[in-house]
Nanobody, 126 residues
Framework: QVQLVESGGGLVQAGGSLRLSCAASGRTLSVYSMGWFRQASGKEREFVGAIGWSSSTTYYAESVKGRFTVSRDNAKNTGYLQMNSLKPEDTAVYFC???????????????????WGQGTQVTVSS
């Protein structure tokens, strides 16, 4: 079992930046791929970004490409989502996830993840 806890959310003005963290406990995070998803009010949870267990591969949704960066520090058992140039449409609850599957399909899909955090709210004001 892996427990995930997100932090770093908050209120920011459009154009600003936030860095979300995802701290893992229970098992080492290094054997899992990590993903970030978000869910805006009244909408489906959608993929944001992901990083493979070795950090050699990253994936991003088109809507955040060039603005968001996924990274991880396996020594700290923590993953990160750096969000720059934030827009009001980025407002959502952000979730981190960990999973043992590999490959593009699974890393970009909710089906690829076995463990989820509780989420952290990000609000971008215009």
């Amino acid at each position: 079992q892996v427990q995930l806890v997100e932090s770093g959310g908050g209120l920011v003005q459009a154009g600003g930046s936030l860095r979300l963290s995802c701290a893992a406990s229970g098992r080492t995070l290094s054997v899992y791929s990590m993903g970030w998803f978000r869910q805006a009010s009244g909408k489906e949870r959608e993929f944001v970004g992901a990083i493979g267990w070795s950090s050699s591969t990253t994936y991003y949704a088109e809507s955040v490409k060039g603005r968001f960066t996924v990274s991880r520090d396996n020594a700290k058992n923590t993953g990160y989502l750096q969000m720059n140039s934030l827009k009001p449409e980025d407002t959502a609850v952000y979730f981190c996830a960990a999973g043992a599957k590999s490959g593009t399909y699974y890393l970009m899909s909710k089906a690829g993840y076995d463990y989820w955090g509780q989420g952290t709210q990000v609000t971008v004001s215009s």
